[in-house]
């Protein structure tokens, strides 16, 4: 049956109405329904009791939300059953306010400039270089800079107060070096070029094979960027690009730098090192040096070497900065590691370094003093060196630059040096070439020859045994260390004529006679030195013979077993080599042995000293009578320290006779009997003729030199005989067998008029 309502079922227990058992069930289905649930803010309590259940319905929101409590600037007003919240606003305040629709709002700040209103606003906008608005990085917090202040430059830049640009360094970059071909570019065995084999490019090398090779990279002042803490976001990149720029050999990123300190890679080929670590402004600013230690970074890729590029790069802080990257790429440059594992490294001429004189008989020049030959201006010589190997060793060239790398040099012979490039044929001089070489990085078994070398050194002596041309192979970095040739025996003399009329250097024997036969004659050069027992040769009791013919030996006048060595412009006076035989050059039949008795005796030189023959026009000075005259001398004086003690003590004489006379006397040329320079001085009694060679009393004595601040200047005259013309011969009698006489030079003092003399070059 339908259940009745609550009013209904009261009306029917109060009339005594009893309800059916069925009834009674259905009444208890229907009003308590075993499912309830709790609502926004309602909660069911069940309570179970011997009589049966019970349920409380609570509620959670106090009747209708939170208590409202009225707290500082909020009260509650009553309104009626219901309350009112107003807010309190401070009236001195005119930032919150409440609009025209009751509604609460911010007006924004009042601005002032210099005490006068400019408005309020809700936005300010800072606008100007003198003015700068930064996030703090605190939430809330701006900051405003008046002034700019003055920031460091960020990294390789110079955007601020310092400068920040980035140099590298460590290492020695050599501007132009030749790159060799390498095994195999592709693996980089043993080095990769990047397409610069065969061309020159800037390089380097450690020159220590032990190092580490570490290369920097440093800021020239301090960077600012910098984090303030480690929860910024500052940090370096540095990556190692291979020879074709974009492979990366090693990239390494540090952890923030928000201080001073060193930031190693995990494999510690790559350091950044901060130091001087300081604020600058809101930001902070240090000093930077990257060091990229290139030699591990190779060797652990397994090459000898390569081209590469380094590229740094710092990041700013995104709160203190703005965030931005500033980068430094290095140029390209290649590192040739030049060392001795698996590669090639320093040259080396393992064969032998050989010189001749030209196969060409043409080509061979030469000239004879004294009768001995020598090599001359332009003679031609032939040379070979074997066996270069290791000559390219990843890289060519000679001390950092790729000028040549091979070097043949023939001091000793007068020779110009040969520097030549192996990889530039058109450079070469004539008759040179090279056999085994090619532009690989190990290319071996490489030999010079030259067939055209010339000796170009003008005024060049050289007289001794030990003559050698030497070799030498480089790389940009090392070389091989000379190599020489074996010693050879030669005889060169490059000087040419410096003797005249009034000079006689003993540099050629354009002015030199013999007497003999009964006439002076002029010498033959080629002829061997007349030995002991040369005749027509002055003799008195002072210079009694035997007699040989003098040498002129490197600029001086010796006794020719006194003939002695030269190491290149550079006399050894006290080396003798007078048994020449041996000595090349040998094209006239072979050199003379003046180191015999024959020669060990006095020698004599004869020459004429004659005023000019072709003076200029008016000043005629032939057949000039002159009554005196000076003699300069050079030289090593042997025991003597100077001319004047040679002449004085006999060491050295010197017979005079005039080439004519202005006079009657016959006293002239080959038959006259001389007067003697030498010995005792002049008294002014000169006899015409004297009565003898070396006369005992003394007529024949014309030096009036005895003692002079200059000894070596010797003035003489004829007194009163009749005045000589033109000229007078000289003999010279070496009696101190350690004299060498470097030369004689004649001053004519005319008797009267203009010129008054002539004189003869320096000595």
């Not at 890729?301 to 931005?324: E, N, Q």
């Not at 041309?469 to 410096?498: H, M, Q, R």
């Not at 050629?508 to 030995?531: C, F, H, K, N, W």
């Amino acid at each position: 049956m339908p259940v009745l309502a609550k009013d209904q079922l009261k009306l029917l227990f109060e009339a005594g109405d009893l309800i059916t058992q069925t009834t009674l069930y259905d009444f208890i289905d229907a009003s308590y329904n075993p499912t309830l649930v709790g609502g926004t803010d309602i909660q069911l309590v069940k309570v179970s009791t011997a009589a049966g259940d019970t349920i409380t319905i609570n509620s959670l929101g106090g009747g209708g939300g939170d208590t409202v409590t009225a707290g500082s600037g909020i009260k509650l007003t009553p309104v009626g059953s219901d309350e009112e919240i107003s807010i309190n606003l401070d009236n001195t305040q005119t930032n919150l306010i409440v609009d025209g629709n009751n509604k609460l709002t911010f007006a924004g700040l009042h601005i002032k400039d210099e005490g006068t209103d400019i408005g309020t606003y809700k936005t300010i906008n800072f606008v100007g270089a003198d003015v700068l608005a930064q996030d703090s990085g605190t939430p809330g917090t701006v900051n405003v800079f008046i002034p700019v202040p003055t920031f460091a430059s960020h990294f390789n830049t110079t955007d601020g107060s310092t400068n920040g640009t980035v140099s590298e360094g460590g290492f020695t970059r050599s501007a132009s070096i030749r790159i060799s071909n390498p095994q195999d570019e592709g693996t980089g065995t043993p080095f990769k070029t990047g397409g610069w084999a065969g061309t020159n490019h800037p390089a380097f090398n450690s020159k220590d094979p032990s190092t580490p090779v570490p290369i920097t990279f440093t800021t020239s002042g301090q960077v600012t960027g910098f984090s303030d803490s480690n929860i910024g976001n500052a940090n370096i990149n540095v990556i190692v690009y291979d020879a074709d720029g974009v492979t990366e050999l090693e990239n390494f990123t540090t952890n923030t730098i928000f201080a001073a300190g060193s930031y190693n890679s995990p494999s510690n080929r790559i350091l950044v090192n901060i130091t001087n670590f300081q604020n600058d402004a809101n930001r902070k600013k240090a000093d930077v040096q990257i060091t990229v230690n290139i030699g591990d970074i190779f060797t652990f890729a397994g090459r000898s070497g390569g081209r590469f590029h380094v590229k740094c790069t710092m990041t700013t802080d995104s709160t203190t900065d703005s965030g931005a990257s500033y980068s430094y790429t290095q140029p390209e440059v290649f590192w040739d590691a030049n060392n001795d594992g698996a590669y090639p490294s320093t040259p080396q001429i393992n064969g032998s370094v050989t010189i001749i004189e030209s196969t060409s008989l043409p080509s061979i020049i030469t000239k004879y003093l004294s009768g001995v030959e020598y090599y001359d201006l332009n003679s031609r010589f032939e040379i070979n060196v074997n066996s270069i190997d290791k000559l390219n060793s990843n890289t060519q060239g000679q001390g950092g630059a790729s000028n040549y790398n091979l070097l043949v040099e023939g001091t000793d012979y007068g020779l110009t040096p040969v520097q030549e490039p192996a990889w530039d044929n058109t450079s070469w001089p004539s008759g040179f070439s090279l056999t085994g070489w090619t532009n690989d990085y190990d290319a071996s078994n490489i030999s010079i020859d030259y067939d055209e070398w010339d000796i170009t050194t003008s005024n060049w002596r050289f007289r001794n045994t030990d003559a050698t041309i030497k070799s030498k192979a480089y790389d940009p970095w090392l070389d091989s260390g000379f190599v020489n040739s074996n010693p050879s025996e030669i005889l060169i003399d490059t000087y040419g004529v410096t003797s005249d009329k009034l000079t006689e250097r003993f540099d050629d024997e354009a002015q030199r006679l013999t007497r003999s036969l009964g006439s002076y004659q002029p010498i033959v050069s080629s002829s061997v030195l007349a030995p002991s027992g040369l005749t027509n040769q002055t003799t008195s009791t002072i210079s009694t013979g035997p007699f040989c013919q003098s040498a002129v030996v490197g600029g001086t006048l010796v006794r020719p077993d006194k003939f002695y060595a030269d190491d290149g412009n550079s006399p050894l006076p006290s080396t003798v080599i007078s048994n020449l035989t041996g000595f090349a050059p040998v094209g006239g039949g072979g050199n003379p042995d003046y180191n015999t008795a024959a020669y060990g005796v006095t020698s004599t030189y004869h020459r004429l000293f004659e005023v000019s023959s072709d003076p200029p026009p008016g000043d005629d000075n032939r057949n000039r009578p002159f009554s005196a005259f000076e003699l300069t001398f050079s030289g090593d004086f042997g025991t003597s320290p100077d001319a004047l003690t040679a002449l004085s003590s006999n060491k050295m004489l010197i017979y005079v006779r005039p080439l004519g006379t202005s006079g009657s006397t016959s006293n002239i040329g080959y038959n006259a009997i001389p007067y003697s320079v030498h010995g005792q001085p002049f008294f002014g009694l000169t006899q015409d003729p004297p009565t003898s060679v070396d006369a005992p009393d003394n007529s024949a004595q014309i030096r009036t030199t005895i003692a002079t601040p200059t000894p070596n200047v010797i003035d003489c005259s004829f007194g009163s005989i009749p005045a000589p013309i033109d000229g007078f011969y000289i003999e010279v009698h070496l009696i101190d067998e350690e004299i060498k006489l470097g030369g004689i030079s004649a001053k004519i003092i005319f008797s009267n008029g203009s010129p008054t003399s002539e004189s003869g070059g320096s000595v």
